[in-house]
């Protein structure tokens, strides 16, 4: 059974930072590429992140400079950095695992900025 376990979100103040966490099992993780979207009610889900099975990164204009994705194969999990948040970041965070036609979601994280 597959599950991508995110933590690390909350409440947070405008300019504040936090970082959000994937731990995932029931795959072979170091296969797969790793990415964060978030949400918005209304709108569709977008990528913020992502990281490929070789560690080469892709950020979202919008949160270009004050994220970093990273990945620890060793314990299955993703971490994404985010500094300098402003409410626009506000939203639900989810993070997908792809690889060969496969996709996996977690089941989300709600991140708040308050201004």
């Known amino acids: 059974q597959v599950q991508l376990v995110e933590s690390g979100g909350g409440l947070v103040q405008a300019g504040g930072s936090l970082r959000l966490s994937c731990t995932a099992s029931?795959?072979?993780?170091?296969?797969?590429?790793m990415g964060w979207y978030r949400q918005t009610p209304g709108k569709q889900r977008e990528l913020v992140a992502s990281?490929?099975?070789?560690?080469?990164?892709n950020y979202a204009d919008s949160v270009k400079g004050r994220s970093t994705l990273s990945r620890d194969n060793t314990k299955n999990t993703v971490h994404l950095q985010m500094s300098s948040l402003k409410p626009e970041d506000t939203a639900v965070y989810y993070c997908?695992?792809?690889?060969?036609?496969?996709?996996?979601w977690g089941q989300g994280t709600q991140v708040t900025v308050s201004s």
């Open positions: 029931g795959i072979t993780f170091g296969f797969y590429n």
């Open positions: 990281i490929t099975s070789r560690g080469t990164t």
């Open positions: 997908n695992a792809a690889w060969s036609g496969r996709q996996y």
